[in-house]
């Protein structure tokens, strides 16, 4: 045990690797900004995703995450932001999809279609707001790190901290050669059809997890 109060942490890096690939909004988000932004766009929404997770890891600190636990009303209004700001997302990828076919009496392009540049800041932001607007992610902090903590440990709240620093840097460095192994694909040039239907899937699969966090039940 450290001075800390802190126990088991070659378990409790174990089980942020595991948690860091299981799918969920926060992989798949950094998998499709940089399958559509390459390395540059990938990191700037990990960063987002990253400093989302400080969030958490303060408010869970602090006894924010527990007030979502008891509080059907602030649990719920964060997951309904959450599931709205993932709706948004979905559709916002349907409609680049529906933008890209060939203007009426214009033959189709044999180029294949530039992808929009995105400001890294917007990304960043998408990253932020997707993992911050995730009620779920609070519970999982306030569930998880009291296992890590012993009972008598002489500062709970400096604890608290140190073991969210942990997972928000196991968090980053996962995220990180995440996008760098994922961002060679882009090399690949697709055909129209087939840009047309990953972006197509990427929405269906934003939207699905909009739905997914609405229907969740507060624990």
């Given at each position: 045990m450290t001075p800390l109060g802190l126990q088991d942490?070659?378990?409790?890096?174990?089980?942020?690797?595991v948690l860091n690939a299981t799918p969920g909004v926060d992989l798949l988000f950094t998998v499709t900004?940089?399958?559509?932004?390459?390395v540059r766009g990938g990191l700037a929404g990990a960063a987002g995703i990253s400093a989302g997770c400080v969030?958490?890891?303060v408010g869970a600190a602090f006894g924010l995450?527990?007030?979502?636990?008891?509080?059907?009303?602030?649990?719920?209004?964060v997951k309904w932001a959450g599931a709205v700001y993932l709706l948004w997302l979905?559709?916002?990828?349907?409609?680049?999809?529906?933008?890209?076919?060939?203007?009426?009496?214009?033959?189709?392009?044999?180029?294949?279609?530039?992808?929009?540049?995105?400001?890294?800041?917007?990304?960043?932001?998408?990253?932020l707001l997707t993992n911050v607007l995730n009620p779920k992610v609070a519970i999982f902090f306030l569930a998880l790190l009291p296992q890590f903590i012993a009972a008598d440990a002489p500062h709970k709240t400096l604890a608290f901290l140190a073991l969210g620093a942990w997972?928000?840097?196991?968090?980053?460095?996962?995220?990180?050669?995440l996008v760098?192994?994922?961002?060679?694909?882009?090399?690949?040039?697709?055909g129209t059809a087939v840009r047309r239907t990953l972006g197509g899937l990427s929405g269906l699969l934003f939207l699905g997890l909009?739905?997914?966090?609405?229907?969740?039940p507060r624990p």
């Open positions: 942490l070659a378990l409790f890096s174990l089980t942020v690797l900004r940089t399958l559509q932004h390459g969030v958490h890891a995450a527990a007030l979502m636990a008891t509080s059907a009303a602030a649990f719920g209004a979905g559709l916002t990828a349907w409609r680049g999809v529906l933008r890209r076919g060939p203007a009426p009496g214009h033959p189709p392009s044999t180029e294949p279609p530039i992808a929009t540049a995105m400001p890294a800041g917007r990304l960043f932001r998408q990253g997972f928000v840097l196991q968090s980053a460095v996962f995220l990180t050669v760098l192994a994922v961002a060679p694909l882009r090399r690949w040039q697709p909009a739905a997914r966090l609405a229907l969740t």
